[in-house]
C-alpha cells in the first residue's frame, strides 16, 4: 500500500481468451489473401459462390481449423455452408451470412500473411 491507501502490484493476471469455433466455422480455409478477397465478391454478388469455390481450396491443401478432420469432411462441411447461404439467400440470411463468411475468408487469409513471415 502506497501513502494514498491504493494497492500497488506489480504482477499482474495474463488472461487469454480463445473463441470456440463451430464445425462450419471452423471449416473455413487460409487462403492466400487474392483467392480470400474473391471469394469475398462473389460471396458480395452472388451467395453462396465464393464459400463453394473456397471448398475446392481445402481440396488442394489450405489449411483450416480443423486438422483432426479429414479433407473430404472438411470439403462437404463447406458445400454444406455454401448450400445453405443459397437456400436462404431468399430470405436474405443466406445473403448477409454470406458475406461475412466472405469477410472471415479475408481475415483469416490476412492471419495467413501475417504469420508466415514469422514461421521463415
Given at each position: 500500500m502506497n501513502e494514498k491507501g491504493?494497492?500497488?502490484?506489480?504482477?499482474g493476471?495474463?488472461?487469454?481468451?480463445?473463441e470456440k469455433k463451430g464445425a462450419l466455422r471452423a471449416a473455413i480455409p487460409y487462403m492466400p489473401f487474392p483467392v480470400a478477397v474473391i471469394c469475398l465478391f462473389l460471396n458480395t454478388f452472388v451467395p453462396g459462390l465464393g464459400t463453394f469455390i473456397s471448398a475446392f481450396t481445402v481440396l488442394c491443401g489450405a489449411r483450416t481449423d480443423l486438422p483432426d478432420r479429414h479433407m473430404c469432411c472438411v470439403f462437404w462441411l463447406n458445400i454444406a455452408a455454401a448450400f445453405i447461404q443459397i437456400v436462404t439467400a431468399i430470405v436474405m440470411v443466406g445473403w448477409i451470412m454470406s458475406i461475412f463468411w466472405g469477410m472471415d475468408m479475408v481475415i483469416l487469409a490476412s492471419y495467413r500473411e501475417q504469420a508466415a513471415p514469422q514461421q521463415l
Open positions: 491504493v494497492s500497488s502490484s506489480t504482477s493476471v495474463v488472461v487469454q481468451v480463445r
